[in-house]
Antibody
């Protein structure tokens, strides 16, 4: 069974950085690219970018360049997203989601990680 | 960026009737004969769930009452017959061009 298990909720101070993890199981981790998606206010969905676990290649939404950094650890089948210089605008739920082959559809999603930026 | 406009923003449909949701793209999401439009269902407190990929292909395990159609810039998600469990918010998403983008969502209420 394919599963994406994300790290728990975070409360962070403005200006800080933090990293979310997404541990994959039930499939070949290096065989599928991984997306990261932001959901704000319980509604708006934004694609942050994706990473190819096979070679570490990335593609970012221009809006999130400098804000998010995507990495993977192949040995533990885990994808990471680091969020930098956090502001209140970064308070949201963040999801990892597997790409379904070449279609760009996201067929499996993590449960989401809630990030709250507050002093 | 490709802008996806969903309509309506919300709709209420009687049990057993048809729900139709539209998604219009600001430019074509077709490439090499395929349409890179996908549909998701999201219930409160849950991640989105893939229903339809490449405009009209039903994801494994999704009931056949869900169907997708369209090409170019105009796409439609149909649900017929609607069931109680279909109450949710539905999103379209294009994967033809970076950055991938999502529609604003359509909230479906079952009467």
């Amino acid at each position: 069974e394919v599963q994406l298990q994300q790290s728990g909720p975070e409360l962070v101070k403005p200006g800080a950085s933090m990293k979310i993890s997404c541990k994959a199981s039930g499939y070949s981790f290096t065989g599928y690219t991984m997306n990261w998606v932001k959901q704000s206010h319980g509604k708006n969905l934004e694609w942050i970018g994706l990473i190819n676990p096979y070679n570490g290649g990335t593609s970012y939404n221009q809006k999130f360049k400098g804000k998010a950094t995507l990495t993977v650890d192949k040995s533990s089948s885990t994808a990471y997203m680091e969020l930098l210089s956090l502001t209140s605008e970064d308070s949201a739920v963040y999801y990892c989601a597997r790409n379904y082959s070449a279609t760009g559809a996201m067929d499996y999603w993590g449960q989401g990680t809630s990030v709250t930026v507050s002093s | 960026d490709i802008v996806l406009t969903q309509s309506p923003a919300s709709l209420a449909v009687s049990l057993g009737q048809r729900a139709t949701i539209s998604c219009k793209a600001s430019q074509s999401v077709d490439y090499d004969g395929d349409s890179y439009m996908n549909w998701y269902q999201q219930k409160p407190g849950q991640p989105p769930k893939l229903l339809i990929y490449a405009a009209s292909n039903l994801e494994s395990g999704i009931p056949a009452r869900f169907s997708g159609s369209g090409s170019g810039t105009d796409f439609t998600l149909n649900i017929h017959p609607v069931e109680e469990e279909d109450a949710a918010t539905y999103y379209c998403q294009q994967s033809n061009e970076d950055p991938y983008t999502f529609g604003g969502g359509t909230k479906l209420e079952i009467k």
